[in-house]
T-cell receptor
Framework: KAGVTQTPRYLIKTRGQQVTLSCSPI?????VSWYQQTPGQGLQFLFE???????NKGNFPGRFSGRQFSNSRSEMNVSTLELGDSALYLC?????????????FGAGTRLSVL | AQTVTQSQPEMSVQEAETVTLSCTYD???????LFWYKQPPSRQMILVIR??????QNATENRFSVNFQKAAKSFSLKISDSQLGDAAMYFC????????????FGTGTSLTVIP
């Protein structure tokens, strides 16, 4: 079974631009979560989607948004990029939002904002 | 909000030796899950071990075991017979059973395995 796939692996943008990251979950998984990883803040939860609905959202500004499609694939969008948005963005999928379900992570998208 | 603390930013261990990584957490909940994830240079987070808070028995997975002290809110990871492939960043994580059951991660411990 294929793992969680995130595209692209690397991205370079300039301040003020917007960016869209993509995540394809493991087949059969309906829950997708997004995390931002930076050296200073560690891993921080962005949001979680299940059955095309946002279930939970972390403490990030409205510039960060996401959505989930009927095939469970998810996209994350960041508008008006700032230098501080430079980070590794990780996506994780699980069977569902129940806590006992194991989250499987993708290799991430490295975003650099210049 | 729940917090997870890993007080050891870096650790090193000789190949074939045993190392223990520390993790403490703060919560007012009684039921939750605790996890250790490994992130090698390839960046992909891999689940190492999972512990359910209501289970008294410490979880084990081959060379990996935990020491779960619920009253002390401590969840350490022991790696026995360390191998070169164990070198990675290790993250401790907490997840509650309630609604909004997001993950809370510690800041990580970078483990070096010395040949």
């Amino acid at each position: 079974k294929a793992g969680v796939t995130q595209t692209p692996r690397y991205l370079i943008k300039t301040r003020g631009q917007q960016v869209t990251l993509s995540c394809s979950p493991i087949s059969g998984h309906r829950s997708v979560s997004w995390y931002q990883q930076t050296p200073g803040q560690g891993l921080q939860f962005l949001f979680e989607y299940f059955s095309e609905t946002q279930r939970n959202k972390g403490n990030f500004p409205g510039r960060f948004s996401g959505r989930q499609f009927s095939n469970s694939r998810s996209e994350m969008n960041v508008s008006t990029l700032e230098l501080g948005d430079s980070a590794l963005y990780l996506c994780a999928s699980s069977l569902g939002p129940v806590a006992k379900n194991i989250q499987y992570f993708g290799a991430g998208t490295r975003l650099s904002v210049l | 909000a729940q917090t997870v603390t890993q007080s050891q930013p870096e650790m090193s261990v000789q190949e074939a030796e045993t190392v223990t990584l520390s993790c403490t957490y703060d919560t007012s909940e009684s039921d939750y899950y605790l996890f250790w994830y490994k992130q090698p240079p390839s960046r992909q987070m891999i689940l190492v071990i999972r512990q359910e808070a209501y289970k008294q028995q410490n979880a084990t997975e081959n060379r990996f075991s935990v020491n779960f002290q619920k009253a002390a809110k401590s969840f350490s990871l022991k790696i026995s017979d360390s191998q070169l492939g164990d070198a990675a960043m290790y993250f401790c994580a907490y997840r509650s059973l309630g609604t909004g059951n997001q993950f809370y991660f510690g800041t990580g411990t970078s483990l070096t395995v010395i040949p």
